[in-house]
């Protein structure tokens, strides 16, 4: 089987997961996290190089208080029971999103579990948190309006390399593989510079409910598709 380099995952549907045990929502969201510790751990194990991980939308404070707070509280206690072993681990961890919107104690968990896993070598974890795919856009024209305003290049210079370098994925290769659980056939303003060919894969498993079997399930069809970025096979099909 060929892992993919990159995963991108959209984890949907922790509060229909719980809706249909008649939990409340932020039950789905406490398994949710659990899910992602196990994911990011098999993923490890199946060789995959970076796996991306939409854990928390701009668009999501738009959500009761009530429901906000709680995932702030599992965000803060994830942190405080995972940072140890994913350093050890060897898992280099990235943040994309505005960070600066978090309690101040979640900040600085955050900036400790990049810094701490800064020269770890093994698979390199992107967590999404208060991201948004077109703000990451926004980000990126500052940058590199900066960038012209200060003489480092001109406007003819722009090019896809020098967007892609200001985007919070410089360096890091484009998905090949996005997953998004619980069924919904959207983007749902994620990566979206990044999924320019990205192959997309929706299974109806909840986020709380995927296993290394839906990765493996997901990867096998990845494997049957064909590729062609615009052109065609050299088998001529
Ligand atoms: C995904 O599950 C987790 C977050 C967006 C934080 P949802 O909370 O969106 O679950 P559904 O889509 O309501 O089932
Ligand atoms: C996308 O899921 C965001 C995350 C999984 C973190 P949403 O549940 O917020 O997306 P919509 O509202 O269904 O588009
Ligand atoms: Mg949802």
Redesign the pocket.
């Known amino acids: 089987m060929n892992v993919p380099k990159h995963i991108a995952i ?3 549907g922790n ?1 229909r997961w719980a809706k249909k045990r008649f939990l409340p929502r932020i039950a789905g969201h406490i398994k949710g996290a659990e899910v992602l510790r196990k994911t990011v751990r098999f993923s490890g194990e199946l060789g995959l190089e970076y796996l991306t991980l ?4 701009e ?2 404070w738009k959500r009761p208080e009530e429901e906000v707070q709680g995932l702030i509280t599992i965000l803060r206690n994830f942190l405080a029971e995972n940072t140890k072993e994913m350093v050890q681990n060897n898992v280099r961890v990235n943040i994309f999103g505005h960070i600066e919107d978090w309690p101040k104690d979640i900040q600085e968990a955050l900036r400790k579990i990049c810094d701490m896993s800064r020269s770890n070598t093994g698979i390199v974890l992107n967590v ?1 948190l208060n ?1 948004g795919g077109r703000t990451e856009i926004v980000d990126a024209v500052k940058k590199i309006a900066g960038q012209v305003k200060d003489g480092l290049i001109s406007v003819e210079d722009i090019n896809e390399r020098i967007v892609s370098d200001a985007m919070y994925t410089a360096g890091i290769p484009d998905p090949d593989l996005l997953i998004r659980t619980s069924g ?1 056939m ?1 983007i ?3 990566l979206l510079w990044q999924i320019s060919y990205t192959e997309i894969f929706v299974t109806k498993t909840f ?1 709380p409910d995927f296993s290394k079997k839906d990765m493996l399930e997901a990867i096998e069809d990845y494997n049957k598709r064909e590729r062609r970025f615009g052109g065609i096979l050299s088998s001529g099909k």
């Open positions: 959209i984890m949907d509060g939409y854990a928390f939308s668009d999501n999404a991201y919904e959207r749902s303003d994620f986020w």
